[in-house]
Nanobody, 112 residues
Framework: VQLQASGGGSVQAGGSLRLSCGASGIIVGIMGWYRQGPGNQRELVADKGYGGTTHYADSVKGRFTISRDNAKNTIYLQMNSLKPEDTGVYYC?????????WGKGTLVTVSS
């Protein structure tokens, strides 16, 4: 399984970005996003199961929306009302059949 993320960039506070992550192979597990900000541990941002069950970190609820296209093995993260504390490297991941797969991170920078 390979994961390819895209969509990071720089934006001012209050702006929006959309991340995408496509996966190769047969994908039926949980896909989602983690992030790691400067000096912080990697943390869950949001994930979505194949059947649609979704989880969000409290810090992003109401601002971020994760969606998934199972036919394309792709997830998206729409990030609105971005804050400087959302700055970090965002990693796409897949968890299935007891294994985890990670994509290369994509940098999101939010300036005040």
């Amino acid at each position: 399984v390979q994961l390819q993320a895209s969509g990071g960039g720089s934006v001012q506070a209050g702006g929006s970005l959309r991340l995408s992550c496509g996966a190769s192979g047969i994908i039926v597990g949980i896909m989602g996003w983690y992030r790691q900000g400067p000096g912080n541990q990697r943390e869950l941002v949001a994930d979505k199961g194949y059947g649609g069950t979704t989880h969000y970190a409290d810090s992003v609820k109401g601002r971020f929306t994760i969606s998934r296209d199972n036919a394309k093995n792709t997830i998206y993260l729409q990030m609105n009302s971005l804050k400087p504390e959302d700055t970090g490297v965002y990693y796409c991941y897949l968890r299935q059949v007891g294994q985890e797969h990670w994509g290369k991170g994509t940098l999101v920078t939010v300036s005040s």
